[in-house]
């Protein structure tokens, strides 16, 4: 597992949770309109 020094945030957007350790969420792909 990996070790940082700061504290690792979680977010919550609707159903969707980003942050935290990696590898305890799956990754999520946030779309844009700039993409081209």
Same mark, same amino acid.
């Given at each position: &597992?990996? !070790? =940082? +020094?700061? @504290? +690792?945030? #979680? =977010? $919550?957007? *609707? #159903?969707? &949770? %980003?942050?935290?350790? @990696?590898?305890?969420? @799956? $990754?999520? %792909?946030? *779309? !844009?309109? =700039?993409?081209?």
């Amino acid at each position: &597992m990996w !070790s =940082f +020094q700061s @504290p +690792q945030q #979680k =977010f $919550t957007i *609707g #159903k969707v &949770m %980003l942050g935290g350790v @990696p590898g305890e969420n @799956p $990754t999520v %792909l946030i *779309g !844009s309109i =700039f993409y081209h």
